[in-house]
C-alpha cells in the first residue's frame, strides 16, 4: 500500500516555503456562534495562483528539476491545478500544455494562459480532459502531471495540515473538500501523524460523490456523471492512491447540496468579506448544515479555492438568496379584473417584501375563465418573513403557491 512518511511532507513543506504563502487561519466568529464551535477558515483562497493546488503542482516539478527530469509538461484540470502546474513550471523554465473542459470558467482558462501556459479546451468533465492530456503526452513524448493520483503531488497537499497544526497545535476537527482525492488523502496522512486525535473528514458535492461512496465501501467506486456547481470537485473517478491514503487516514467523508454550498459562499461573502469558490465552499457548508457535529470543538475548514468566474457569481448569489429563504417566488391567483393586480401589490408592500419581477400567466390549465395567475419573485427578510407574508396573502383571500 502506498504510504507517505511524515518526513517527506516536511522536507516539502520547507522547499514550498521559499515560493508559497502561509496562509492565514482566520477565527470566525459568526460562524462559530452558529455552530457553537471555535470555527477558524483555512484562506488557501489567498494562496498564490488562488488554491492549494500550486503545493502539489510547485513540489512535484520542484522534484522532477532535482532528479535531472527538466522536460515539457502536460496536465488536465478544471481550473486550479492548471494555474499552480503553469505557474511552477514557470518558475522552472519549462514549457506547460493545460488541457480544460470545454466549460471551465473563463478567469481560470485566462489565468492559466497568464502563468504562460498553452491551453487546449476538451470535453465537458476533468476526466474527458485527463483522456486528451494523456493523447499529447503520448505524441509530443511530455511528462503529465496528474492533479491528485501521484504520491508527490499528495505530499505537496498534505503541507496544508502542517501549517495547520503549525498555527493550531490543539485543533479537534479539520474539514477538507475532496473531488479526486489528493487534498484530503495529503492531509490526513500528513496530520494523522503528527496527531492521531486531530479528526480529518473530507466533504464531497452530492452530486460528485465517488469519494463518499468509496469510503463507505472501503474499495474505489467511480461514477458515470457528475452535476455540481463546484466545479473543482466535480470528479467522475478519483484515485486509487488518494482512495487508499483517505480510507486509511480519514475519519469520514460526508456530502453537501448544492444549495447548502451556495448558502456559504454567500456567507463568506457577506460576514467574512471573501470570494470562495464552490468547491472552496464545501467545507464551511458541511458545517453550517450540521453534516458534521462540531459543537464545543475546535473545527478548521479549508476554503480550498477563490478562483470563481466573475458572470458566475451572480447565479450563485440568487441561489444562495434562495437557500437562505432572502428570496422567494410564489404564483398568486387573481381575478382577471382591473384593479386586481395594484391591490395584490399593496398587500405584498404592507408585509416589507420588496417586489422584483411579476409575470403574467394567463394559461394555466388550473385556472377558470376569469381568473389569472401571477408569479411573482420577493426580497424577504428571511424564513419568518416569508411565512408572514404567506400569511397575510392568505388571511386577504388569495390563492397561493410557492415556486
Not at 467511480?222 to 484515485?239: F, L, M
Request: charged share 25%; hydrophobic share 40%.
Amino acid at each position: 500500500m502506498d504510504n507517505i512518511e511524515l518526513q517527506k511532507f516536511e522536507e516539502a513543506s520547507e522547499m514550498l516555503k521559499r515560493v508559497l504563502h502561509h496562509t492565514e487561519l482566520d477565527l470566525s466568529s459568526t460562524f462559530s456562534k452558529i455552530c457553537d464551535a471555535k470555527v477558524y477558515l483555512k484562506c488557501e483562497n489567498r494562496q498564490k495562483t488562488g488554491s492549494f493546488k500550486i503545493r502539489g503542482a510547485t513540489y512535484k516539478i520542484m522534484s522532477m528539476v532535482a532528479r535531472g527530469e527538466k522536460v515539457p509538461v502536460v496536465a488536465s484540470s478544471a481550473g486550479n491545478h492548471a494555474q499552480g502546474v503553469a505557474y511552477a513550471a514557470s518558475l522552472a523554465g519549462i514549457p506547460a500544455t493545460i488541457v480544460m473542459p470545454a466549460h471551465a470558467p473563463i478567469a481560470k482558462v485566462q489565468a492559466t494562459e497568464g502563468y504562460g501556459a498553452k491551453v487546449v479546451l476538451h470535453g465537458d468533465f476533468y476526466d474527458d480532459a485527463y483522456r486528451k492530456a494523456v493523447e499529447i503526452c503520448d505524441q509530443e513524448g511530455a511528462k503529465f502531471l496528474h492533479p491528485y493520483n501521484d504520491i508527490e503531488v499528495i505530499t505537496g497537499q498534505g503541507t496544508l495540515g502542517l501549517e495547520i497544526l503549525e498555527d493550531l497545535p490543539t485543533a479537534d476537527v479539520i474539514v477538507v473538500p475532496a473531488g479526486g482525492g489528493g487534498l484530503l488523502a495529503g492531509i490526513s496522512c500528513a496530520v494523522k501523524q503528527v496527531n492521531p486525535r486531530v479528526r480529518v473528514i473530507g466533504v464531497q458535492a452530492e452530486g460528485a460523490d465517488a469519494i463518499a461512496r468509496s469510503f463507505r465501501s472501503k474499495k474505489l467506486e467511480k461514477s458515470d456523471t457528475v452535476s455540481t456547481i463546484a466545479d473543482g470537485i466535480a470528479v467522475k473517478e478519483p484515485g486509487d492512491i488518494t482512495v487508499e491514503l483517505i480510507n486509511r487516514y480519514a475519519d469520514d467523508v460526508v456530502t453537501v447540496s448544492d444549495s447548502d454550498i451556495a448558502s456559504s459562499i454567500l456567507m463568506l461573502m457577506e460576514r467574512c468579506k471573501m470570494i470562495v469558490e464552490p468547491a472552496g465552499a464545501a467545507s464551511v457548508a458541511a458545517v453550517l448544515s450540521k453534516k458534521i457535529d462540531v459543537r464545543g470543538k475546535k473545527v478548521v475548514c479549508v476554503l480550498s479555492g477563490g478562483n470563481m468566474d466573475v458572470s458566475f457569481v451572480q447565479g450563485i448569489i440568487e441561489r444562495g438568496l434562495v437557500a437562505r429563504h432572502r428570496r422567494v417566488k410564489l404564483t398568486v391567483t387573481l381575478i382577471d379584473k382591473p384593479g386586481s393586480l395594484e391591490k395584490l401589490l399593496h398587500v405584498i408592500a404592507e408585509s416589507g417584501a420588496n417586489i422584483l419581477s411579476i409575470q403574467h400567466d394567463k394559461f394555466s390549465t388550473d385556472l377558470n375563465p376569469n381568473e389569472i395567475n401571477v408569479n411573482i419573485a420577493c426580497e424577504v427578510g428571511g424564513k419568518e418573513h416569508s411565512k408572514q407574508l404567506a400569511a397575510l396573502l392568505v388571511e386577504k383571500g388569495y390563492r397561493i403557491a410557492f415556486n
